[in-house]
């Protein structure tokens, strides 16, 4: 099994930025690809981002060009850098890894996103 620790969300200004970080423990040598998906009330979870074992990442369209992910070189860590923040930014941040075994989620971090 993989456990997943997240930190980093809170409350911003909009136009500011925020770095959230899961770090992931356990079987972690089996752990493929990591990355961090969102979900407002009364809708479906999206990906946000995700960053495979070999460093090719994929971003939501609403996210590119102000949202970086990256893992640590020991790949059991990933961060979202999250700059420009806007207020439809809000919500509740999940940390995701895939795994041989299947796929694990963080307990969620929230970020607030003021005007």
């Known amino acids: 099994q993989v456990q997943l620790v997240e930190s980093g969300g809170g409350l911003v200004q909009a136009g500011g930025s925020l770095r959230l970080s899961c770090a992931a423990s356990g079987r972690i040598f089996t752990i493929n690809r990591m990355g961090w998906y969102r979900q407002a009330p009364g809708k479906q979870r999206e990906l946000v981002a995700r960053i495979s074992s070999g460093g090719s990442t994929n971003y939501a369209d609403s996210v590119k060009g102000r949202f970086i992910i990256s893992r640590d070189g020991g790949k059991s860590t990933v961060y979202l850098q999250m700059n420009s923040l806007n207020t439809e930014d809000t919500t509740v941040y999940y940390c995701?890894?895939?795994?041989w075994g299947g796929g694990y989620w963080g307990q969620g971090t929230q970020v607030t996103v003021s005007s």
């Open positions: 995701n890894v895939e795994t």
